[in-house]
């Protein structure tokens, strides 16, 4: 529950740290928001079949492995760097009401046409350590669930 102004400024600028890394292409900053246990998930509703779906889901690989934060430095590690999508250049809008928040996802090819990517939001559980707030669980809803490549990337 927060209960003070500053909890809520702090959450504030988690949010907007959180787009600001993304936007900037800074992937293991981007991994240093979560709590060590802390778990990613990228998830759609398929009125197809009638269920979510689960596209992405940070988790420790096998039972000596404690900390999901190591599984997602390790799929942002395989990144690289350069250009290593057909759009580079995104912009994450994101507002904030308590914990859940919402996005926008642009796009910007090199010739500089900008389309929309994807829409959706944040169900986020926080936790505070050390006077500081990080992600426990970062789950995406996906509202576009028709993606092309490069899912993978951090949303």
């Known amino acids: 529950m927060i209960t003070s102004a500053s909890d809520t400024a702090a959450i504030v600028d988690l949010i907007q740290r959180t787009a600001m890394l993304l936007d900037e292409e800074k992937f293991e900053a981007w991994v240093e928001l979560f709590d060590a246990r802390g778990t990613y998930e990228l998830s759609a509703y398929s009125s197809e079949i ?3 779906m689960t596209w ?3 988790e420790p690989r096998c039972a000596r492995e404690k900390c ?3 599984s997602m430095s390790m799929c942002v ?3 690289g760097g350069g250009t290593w999508w057909e759009f580079r250049w995104c912009r994450w809008m994101a507002s904030m009401r308590q914990v859940t928040s ?3 996802l642009f796009r910007t090819s090199p010739e500089g046409q900008s389309s929309l990517f ?8 926080l936790i505070k350590h050390a ?4 992600y ?6 996906c509202d576009t669930r028709m993606l092309d490549s490069f899912t993978h990337i951090p949303v």
């Open 56 to 58: 992405q889901l940070s």
């Open 77 to 79: 590690n395989r990144l």
């Open 68 to 70: 999901s934060r190591t």
């Open 102 to 104: 919402h996005f926008s």
């Open 136 to 141: 426990a669980k970062h789950k995406v809803i």
């Open 118 to 125: 994807m829409v959706g939001g944040y169900q986020d559980q």
């Open 50 to 52: 009638r269920r979510w």
């Open 131 to 134: 006077g500081v707030w990080v």
